[in-house]
């Protein structure tokens, strides 16, 4: 039988690709617009080169536990501390959280 992986002990790394910027407590990631079809895009519609990505109040809490080091389930806890009953159900919206930031690419697990 297969050892199964818990998602919470997974080791998320900020990918260095997207830069980002805090301003008052909140994170805001800059993707550049590259490629053929984007450059196309800019130039006939006016498409930005940089879109912008305004994470909310806990996403730009647990962007900076991002660290390469740290759990999903050690950052997990480190929410619970700052948000308490806010945050709950804590995992299921972490482990959520987490695979947004996967499927975009902003992240990835090592």
């Known amino acids: 039988m297969k050892n ?8 998320p790394v900020r ?15 800059e993707i550049e617009n590259t490629g053929i079809l984007n450059r196309i895009f800019q130039k006939i519609l006016n498409k ?3 879109s912008y990505v305004h994470l909310d109040e806990t996403g730009s809490f647990v962007w900076p536990l991002i660290d390469g080091e740290k759990t999903i389930f050690e950052i997990g806890k480190e929410v ?6 806010e945050s709950a159900p804590l995992y299921e919206r ?4 987490f695979q947004i930031l996967e499927s975009y690419r902003f992240i990835k697990f090592i």
């Open 4 to 11: 199964k992986e818990n998602y919470l002990d997974k080791v």
């Open 15 to 29: 990918n260095e690709k997207f830069s980002w910027s805090e301003k008052d407590g909140n994170i805001t990631l």
């Open 48 to 50: 930005p080169k940089i």
């Open 80 to 85: 619970e501390k700052r948000f308490g009953e």
């Open 94 to 97: 972490l482990a959520k959280y």
